[in-house]
């Protein structure tokens, strides 16, 4: 028999689709639509930008891989952000797959920006298609776009979707199952050089824009729309910062008023579990483990959950609608004042959330100074970790009722107080650092405003989700860890024969509070917080549960974390519940924080700045405070 010959099967990859667009076109919602729960979030090698891919399969079963890059007005690049972008679609980044396609997605109601960067990916002769987003809201705004001769000026398929709505991206899948098989044989779509962009003047491309939107584009006779009507009240000079801060002061009365409820019935639940675990289980280490110890540290920070989430809702509800950018401009003159752009305002709102993020987020500020000092003053905005600390205060020392017009709860004006402390201090301290750094020009702000509509439910579920999910996965992994360290460390060694004080006293937990204490005592803090601030710097809530531990051995009965307000308004004095409150204003307390900011600003040394400045703040303003309010008899 003759030899036969081998047969050689061709190699196929999955084809990656690049999604790719301008900030706000509604490209990450089509990801999530596309993609549902088959995503996986990473960072790119080297650097701390968001890196999310996902696959999917089209109606014809034809599998792709689709990666969601960052949002980016031009691949000149001028943040960091944008430079992902660049590299990644010009298949510059090494170990990064080249995209075989892009799925370029705009703004329906904003062609004239969001053309300029399809103009430009078009240039590097990659498979494109357009997805037209957002037409729901370009129709109702009377603008009527000619798809078909919209694809004959580009050049390339042109698909109408939704992104928020369910079925809004078939139209994408079965233009995708048109495009020719790509990824045979292992060989990647190879792009024209980036030199092919920077090649054509920019004059060029806008007359270009411009000549397509004449021939594509119409719009109803109108005399405007109900965006631009809303526009000319909440943008107003004086109206505005006005409705800005009604709205803030609202949204911190409802974080005291509506959580009540759920508050006591989690608080009710673990009082409970406690009650019959104390009953269930013999006097000894172990039950003081799980009641005092477990259950009064993680049981102290869970009743807080309730409050969170409606602080997270409004937030979510506010950027669904459209209206944060809004805030971003009435802002802008204000943080002018300071040497700040009003861009500056999105990474310090999303430090409400979080201070890491909003490190972060200031990555796409393009001007290195503003950068720097945004990333400084971030951790001053009140995050989420803060407010467990307040509400205990606050419910322990503040009385519960109104103050006027029926409505206004003291507990939420202190709260709103509090918050806007921190948004003074933040600003006075950039102020500071431009001075040091030399003054220079207020870049005026360039932001893109999306139209207002109705927030999306999906959206909501989806955000406050994952907020619960990232805070009960704190709350059993990196608190509940820290309660039993701690607890170990304030229940041995014992108390020696005839003690005078409860054991904890004694505990190698006692004596390290005992040694700060020294240190704290002018402003007010006695061992038992001194031992709650030490755990509290992994993360500022670990400071309640804390409290809730060592509260929880210093007693004689079984009291758990929940009855904690009324343990700490019998044990401290308002001077010194008033002076925490300032130390939590200021107080960095969170290695995690310094730790990123470490890598965002590539140096050890503003790290320890920061913690440096933030912890002077912080004593300086307890000492100040506590020692006011002593003089004042409070």
Not at 215 to 242: M, Q, W, Y
């Amino acid at each position: 028999m003759g030899a036969v010959e081998p047969q050689v099967q061709a190699v196929t990859r999955t084809p990656l689709i690049a999604l790719l667009g301008n900030p706000n076109c509604g490209k990450t919602a089509l990801f999530n639509r596309l993609t549902g729960a088959r995503q996986k979030v990473a960072n790119y090698a080297g650097v701390t930008i968001e890196r999310k891919e996902g696959s999917f399969t089209s109606p014809l079963g034809r599998v792709f891989k689709v990666l969601d890059l960052p949002g980016a007005y031009s691949l000149s690049a001028t943040t960091p952000d944008e430079a992902i972008t660049r590299d990644v679609v010009g298949g510059l980044r090494a170990g990064e797959q080249a995209p075989d396609a892009i799925v370029c997605v705009v703004n329906a109601t904003n062609l004239r920006l969001n053309l300029r960067l399809v103009l430009e990916i078009r240039r590097l002769g990659l498979p494109m298609v357009l997805a037209l987003n957002m037409v729901d809201v370009a129709n109702k705004r009377g603008i009527k776009i000619d798809s078909a001769r919209l694809a004959r000026e580009l050049g390339m398929p042109v698909v109408d979707t939704v992104a928020v709505q369910s079925g809004g991206e078939i139209a994408l899948l079965k233009a995708l199952d048109l495009m020719p098989e790509c990824g045979t044989d292992g060989a990647p779509v190879k792009a024209a050089p980036l030199s092919a962009i920077d090649a054509v003047p920019v004059e060029e491309t806008q007359r270009e824009v411009r000549r397509i939107l004449d021939a594509c584009v119409s719009f109803a006779n109108d005399t405007g729309n109900l965006s631009e009507k809303i526009d000319d009240v909440v943008l107003h000079p004086i109206a505005g910062p006005l409705i800005l801060a009604a709205l803030m002061f609202l949204v911190f009365q409802a974080v005291f008023s509506w959580a009540a409820l759920p508050m006591e019935m989690i608080s009710g639940g673990v009082e409970a579990l406690g009650a019959w675990l104390g009953g269930m289980m013999h006097e000894g280490v172990l039950r003081s483990l799980l009641v005092e110890g477990i259950l009064g540290g993680v049981g102290s920070v869970l009743v807080f959950l309730p409050q969170i989430l409606i602080l997270f809702f409004f937030i979510l509800v506010l950027e669904d609608c459209g209206y944060l950018p809004r805030a971003a401009f009435l802002l802008d003159r204000i943080m002018g004042g300071v040497g700040l752009s009003g861009r500056a305002f999105i990474p310090l709102l999303s430090s409400f959330a979080c201070a890491i993020p909003g490190v972060m987020a200031a990555r796409t500020i393009q001007n290195p100074r503003d950068r720097l000092v945004t990333i400084m003053i971030a951790p001053l905005m009140t995050c989420s970790a803060r407010l467990p600390v307040y509400a205990l205060i606050i419910a322990a020392f503040i009385p519960n009722r109104d103050v006027g017009a029926g409505f206004i709860n003291l507990q939420g004006l202190v709260l709103f107080i509090l918050y806007f402390a921190g948004i003074f201090s933040a600003m006075a301290v950039a102020w500071v650092i431009k001075r040091f750094m030399g003054a220079n020009t207020h870049q005026p702000l360039m932001l893109e405003l999306p139209s207002y509509h109705w927030p999306h439910l999906r959206n909501l579920a989806m955000g406050l989700w994952e907020r619960a999910k990232i805070f009960l996965v704190r709350v059993g992994t990196v608190i509940l860890a820290l309660m039993v360290l701690l607890w170990l460390l304030s229940s041995f060694p014992g108390a020696p024969e005839g003690a005078t004080h409860p054991p904890i006293y004694y505990s190698i937990a006692g004596m390290l509070g005992r040694a700060l204490a020294v240190v704290f005592e002018p402003i007010g803090f006695g061992w038992q917080i001194c031992i709650a601030l030490v755990p509290g710097m992994a993360a500022r809530e670990v400071a309640v549960g804390a409290l809730g531990t060592v509260y929880a051995l210093s007693q004689t009965g079984d009291e758990l974390a929940t009855t904690l307000a009324p343990l700490i308004s019998q044990s401290w004095s308002m001077p010194t519940a008033l002076s925490l409150l300032a130390w939590y204003v200021f107080a960095p307390q969170c290695i995690a924080t310094l730790s990123v900011v470490r890598r965002e600003t590539g140096s050890a040394r503003y790290a320890f700045i920061m913690a440096g400045y933030m912890f002077a703040l912080a004593y300086a303003a307890s000492f100040i405070t506590y020692r006011v309010a002593i003089a004042m008899g409070a």
